[in-house]
């Protein structure tokens, strides 16, 4: 099998991992009506004690628009998750929090982030298992294994001893 080949199973596998977790998670978000996203927001909120988060830096965090970042901020703030703010430092910026309702949520949620924890430490031995794999038929593809001070063939040529 090709790198290139291999690079794209690994990246599908990952995919796949990536995708039964959150199918996984979103079954047991919905019974608290929330959904993977506005768990994540939640979760990130979570994350800074107390401490409110610029909507900007918010939005990077969820990987979200400025716009898309404050319609969260709005879904959650209808259910007073969270908390909006003009920024103390500069009066042109929005920060947001997670209010009192919001972490006693996350805290009902705890069996729920313990379980998502373990099927990430599962589908992350998955993943190994895998990544490892592809590196053994790597190397038999190249010539069988080698010692870990030997260059892979498709390298050697690049060692600054051989220019």
């Known amino acids: 099998m090709a790198d290139d080949e291999l690079s794209t199973s690994a990246w599908r596998?990952?995919?796949?991992?990536?995708?039964?977790?959150?199918?996984?998670?979103?079954?047991?978000?919905?019974?608290?009506?929330?959904?993977?996203?506005?768990?994540?927001?939640?979760?990130?909120?979570?994350?800074h004690r107390g401490r409110?988060?610029?909507?900007?830096?918010?939005?990077d965090a969820v990987r979200l628009s400025h716009s898309g970042a404050t319609r969260l901020i709005t879904r959650l703030e209808r259910r007073e998750?969270?908390?909006?703010?003009?920024?103390?430092?500069?009066?042109?910026?929005?920060?947001v929090e997670l209010t009192t309702a919001g972490a006693e949520l996350l805290g009902r949620l705890q069996p729920v982030r313990a379980a998502l924890a373990g099927a990430l430490s599962e589908a992350g031995a998955r993943l190994?298992?895998?990544?490892?794999?592809?590196?053994?038929?790597?190397?038999?593809?190249?010539g069988g294994p080698r010692t870990p001070h030997q260059a892979p063939p498709s390298t050697a040529a690049l060692r600054p001893d051989r220019v």
């Open 13 to 47: 596998e990952l995919q796949s991992l990536c995708a039964q977790v959150d199918r996984a998670l979103a079954a047991e978000l919905h019974r608290f009506q929330l959904s993977v996203q506005e768990y994540q927001a939640l979760d990130h909120l979570h994350t």
């Open 128 to 142: 190994a298992d895998s990544a490892l794999a592809c590196v053994l038929r790597t190397a038999r593809a190249d």
């Open 81 to 95: 998750l969270v908390a909006r703010r003009l920024c103390a430092t500069d009066r042109r910026g929005i920060e």
């Open 52 to 59: 409110a988060v610029r909507v900007q830096d918010f939005a």
